[in-house]
């Protein structure tokens, strides 16, 4: 292993390099523009996977954007980690407010800033050089190992569960290995054991034909913009609890010793505000942040849209308005299911005076992963191996919707080491990805394949 482990060393500027070149790709798969772009991340990732002594590598078409894999198989009695990562990014906008260009990788005080740099280029691309190191010094693999990788993660997955599905017994495995989350903090390593899902969903209120003066018409006909705020603010009551009937009847409760868990966590709330620039924090009462944030379902408006915006006044009563919701989820609620109270319930409270549309996107099911879990044992050991410190195990707030359809499809746990950060601004502007743990990313997945036979 240390002949591994120093070829890691020793070849951290090229492993930047290369990364630097991947994330120089603009593979935006929520703009159609972008296609060829994230077909060309696709083929840099076939290239890397084609110079490795693989038994297989190829791209897979679909109805969307390519599915790259990669396959090793060394021995068929050791365990099989299909890891799992996504070459997709979402847009950079708004623009304006990056330092530095978006894809134009750039390294300020440790920290690689680009697009996709943690979000998940940087994160994956670790276990591609992991297996390099064990090639390149001609170090036996421990493990076997298949690769998949996608480029439709950051607009709902919707061609990779049909493709799993088709190709079940291609991607049998014992674990899926997944880099797409955040430590608790800055050099404390952390292991994701659980994940929130997902229903999310667009309101349309339509009233007149169009866009009518609101002195003329003004306390004649019902404003769109107004009943849909009127709605929103039905939608939670002042204690942080959501209103919708039924939300909450499958949703597991946190035990006492979840909340012991949670209360063992080194979190500092007054660093948490003073980093978002709040003087207070608000959330469903009777729960912590750290719960708030993980392991309780949320209802959160991410847009709103209607009539004038420009510069100026414009005395105007708008025909539409619009917003985007999303909810979080958790165990055992079920985004379908959500769906579908939300949309009766928001109907139920617009007026006849109006026309209310209720849309449900994409959406994914809540995760969790069994803490006793040879697999997780294993990853905990080569943080601490790498990090010199013991990881924490955390549930996370946000959703990776595809770790609960390998559990359903596949019938296999997942293992969620991260190696980003909360504060790396993943879906913001100056997104960021420290460079010691891209370094140290590669480490804790050598040592990873290195010690999992031991477990199994």
């Known amino acids: 292993m240390s002949t591994v482990s120093e070829y890691i060393d020793i070849n951290k500027e090229q492993f930047k390099h290369e990364l630097f070149d991947f994330l120089r790709i603009p593979s935006i798969s929520t703009d159609s523009e972008y296609k060829n772009e994230v077909i060309d991340a696709a083929n840099f990732l076939l290239d890397k996977l084609n110079s490795l002594d693989l038994d297989r590598a190829e791209v897979f078409e679909t ?271 079920d985004p379908k299911k959500i769906a579908k109270l939300f949309k009766e319930h928001v109907k139920s409270l617009a007026p006849d005076t109006v026309t209310v549309e209720v849309n449900e996107h994409h959406g994914g099911h809540p995760a969790i992963t069994d803490l006793s879990f040879y697999g997780l044992q294993a990853a905990a050991d080569a943080f601490e191996a790498v990090y010199d410190k013991e990881p924490l195990f955390t549930r996370e707030g946000g959703s990776i919707p595809i770790v609960a359809d390998f559990q359903k499809v596949l019938g296999v746990q997942s293992i969620l080491m991260g190696f980003g950060l909360n504060s790396d601004a993943i879906h913001s502007p100056n997104e960021k990805f420290a460079l010691k743990d891209f370094y140290r990313g590669i480490h804790t997945s050598a040592k990873f394949f290195e010690l999992l036979p031991n477990y199994s």
């Open 63 to 333: 109805e969307g954007n390519p599915i790259v894999y990669g396959e090793l198989i060394t021995d068929e009695s050791k365990p099989t980690v299909l890891v799992y990562g996504h070459y997709d990014v979402q847009p950079p906008d708004p623009v304006d407010l990056w330092d530095t260009p978006p894809f134009d990788p750039t390294v300020r005080d440790g920290d690689i800033y680009a697009r996709g740099a943690a979000d998940d280029k940087g994160q994956s691309y670790t276990h591609v050089k992991a297996l390099e190191a064990y090639q390149e010094t001609d170090t036996d693999f421990p493990v076997n190992i298949k690769f998949i990788f996608e480029g439709e993660e950051e607009i709902g997955s919707p061609h990779l569960v049909p493709f799993i599905k088709e190709h079940k017994d291609l991607l049998e495995c014992d674990m899926v290995l997944i880099s797409d989350t955040a430590m608790f903090a800055e050099d404390t390593p952390s292991i994701t054991y659980g994940l929130r899902g997902l229903a999310y969903m667009e309101i349309n209120v339509k009233g007149p034909n169009r866009d009518l003066h609101s002195g003329v018409y003004g306390g004649a006909v019902d404003n769109p913009a107004n009943v849909l705020c009127e709605i929103i603010a039905q939608l939670k009551d002042d204690d942080g609890v959501v209103q919708i009937d039924g939300f909450y009847d499958d949703v597991i409760e946190l035990t006492e010793d979840d909340r012991e868990t949670y209360a063992k966590l080194p979190f500092d709330k007054e660093e948490y505000k003073e980093k978002l620039g709040l003087k207070a924090l608000k959330g469903e009462k009777g729960y912590n942040t750290l719960e708030r944030t993980s392991a309780r379902p949320t209802l959160d408006v991410n847009g709103l849209w209607s009539g004038y915006q420009g510069e100026g006044a414009k005395t105007v009563l708008p025909a539409k308005a619009g917003a985007k919701v999303s909810m979080r989820l958790v165990p055992d609620q």
